[in-house]
């Protein structure tokens, strides 16, 4: 990829990303920095401090991320659903790609509360 | 939420409940209406050889003419109670949403604004961008929620376009729901994903 396509693909990134409200926006970034990990929908719901139910959560805000290919969600039993970032999308792969090179430390930050839930 | 939806919510809910009680008493006066001037039995002589006499009677009662007009007048109630909730949308909200989408496009682009909460903004004379309004998604509990759609796109890099601005592609055009504070800034997206697939 040349230097001109990756500025573009950067600020495609940035577009997309403002475009977003605060919570889709949160879920991007948490599940970008958690890849390739896939969460269920509690665990999202905490990880981007979401204060609604989570049942709310997924038939508003992930149904139309996942009409639109950035995440995609799994159905392992009909209660429980596991959510990840599409690695597939133009743009959201420069995403995984960032959070996977610079951002270590915010990984921790999120993975700890992850298993903090878990015990 | 911004001020005018604050207030368009308000009146919502208001008006609501208005037309929620104004269906509870229309109901009660058809009730009155239709069962106080004697019933008028569809069976003339119902089976009282089977049935218990207190059972005929009341089964007099449900299998009349009352009941058939009382239930008509119900469901043309439910008609104007639907109707009404479909096409009803408070005018801050109104005026919220053809501010913002003036803003993306132009205070002199041309937008219509339809029964149904539908919105529709001219991006040439035969084609326009729809802007489908809901005023509470029933499933997630979120307020005011846009459905935007494209003109048909013919462009054969159209899926990936979409996809890098956040859309998906269905029958040929670009769309997506939005909420009320992703408007402005995916309408902007939209406008541009539209240029670029042209």
Known sequence: MSSD????????????MSSLNDTRRAILLALGHIYPKSVSGVQLSRLIGYSGKSRS??????????????????????KLYAIRINSEHPLLTVLIE?????????KKIYLKSLEEEEE | MDKLLNK??????????????ALIAMYAASFILFYSNGI????????????????????EVVASFNTVGFFLAFSVMMFFYAFWHWAFMPSPAVTYTISILKGVFGQKSKITQSLGKRFRVYVSDTEFIDVKCRI????????FV???????????KREDIALRHGMAVRNNR???WVAHDELHHRSILLAKAISLAS
């Not at chain 1, 396509?5 to 997309?16: A, S, V």
């Not at chain 2, 846009?146 to 054969?156: A, G, M, V």
């Open chain 1, 5 to 16: 396509d990756n500025l573009r693909t950067m600020y495609e990134l940035i577009q997309l």
């Open chain 1, 57 to 78: 959560l997924y038939r508003g805000v992930l149904s139309h991320l996942q009409e639109n290919d950035m995440i995609q969600i799994d159905e392992l039993t009909p």
């Open chain 1, 98 to 106: 960032m959070c996977k090179e610079f951002g270590e430390e915010s």
């Open chain 2, 8 to 21: 368009a919510r308000g009146l919502y809910i208001d008006r609501q409940r208005i037309a929620l009680a």
């Open chain 2, 40 to 59: 008028d039995s569809i069976l003339k002589d119902p089976p009282i050889d089977w049935i218990p006499a207190g059972w005929a009677q009341g089964f």
């Open chain 2, 136 to 143: 509470r998604e029933q499933e997630s509990g979120e307020w």
């Open chain 2, 146 to 156: 846009y459905k935007l759609t494209s003109p048909i796109i013919s462009s054969e």
């Open chain 2, 174 to 176: 670009f769309t997506t």
